[in-house]
């Protein structure tokens, strides 16, 4: 299991962490996760499948949310099952707990949901690794207290992940000492958030925005800053994605940018 070589083996490759902001359909997400398999392959690198089912945080009602849970839970388990990779989804209620437990390698907690105590409890009483985002609001010392919350109850296997601090109205900044003061300070391994990180946050009115081609440049700073990971939401076609095109990187790009963040870490 990816997780468990990463904490136990002390795996030292970088961890890739990509897919679609959102389930869109099955067929399009299945595509976008046997194309990046092949590049993980073909790298050499470990690979967690990330794609959302329900993303309840969405800005306007009329946003596309996803399949919801039970369905959204379905496609990401046959695809797991058909390309053998590990996968990785949010939760948002508690009432989704149990269901996304029995299909997800790791389950995500939102950035908006990292202080939501009764939420992060329940996951990490299910032994499943977890992935909690750092808040936009959050300093990077406070996340100690989201790994006690989560190891008071058992958890072992913890990531965190940044991706940026409000920075005014509609904009993020990233300030990379974050990922050494996460490491240090809860010994979790971090992984950088690539494309949230140039989010515009609400910026186009019921959706957000996003200066997308800053998102390499981050990644590789990230890199080179020691990041354990990096998360990168990727779309075969980034203008007409559903949910968070704007900071998506296009498929055809991650070949490239990927061996940009090898050739920095030696790999």
Known sequence: MIIERLFKAK????????????????????NIAAHLRKLSLYFGIPFLFKASYDKANRSSFHSYRGPG?????????????????????????ISEIEEAAEVLDVIQIPAFLSRQTDLIIEVAKTFTPINVKKGQFAAPMDMVNTVLKMESVGAKYIMLTERGTCFGYHDLVVDMRSIPIMKESTG????????????TPGSRGETSGGKVEFAPVLAKAAVAAGADGVFIETHP????ALCDGPNSIALKDMHGLIRELLKLRGE
């Open 11 to 30: 795996d030292p490759r970088l961890l890739l962490i990509a897919g679609p902001c959102v389930i869109e359909d099955y067929d399009m997400t299945f």
């Open 237 to 240: 076609q980034p203008d007409k």
């Open 188 to 199: 979790c391994p971090v992984i950088f958030d690539a494309t949230h990180s140039v989010q």
């Open 69 to 93: 849970h039970k369905e959204g839970l379905k496609i990401l388990s046959c695809i797991r099952q058909e390309l053998e990779i590990e996968v990785m989804s949010d939760v948002h209620r």
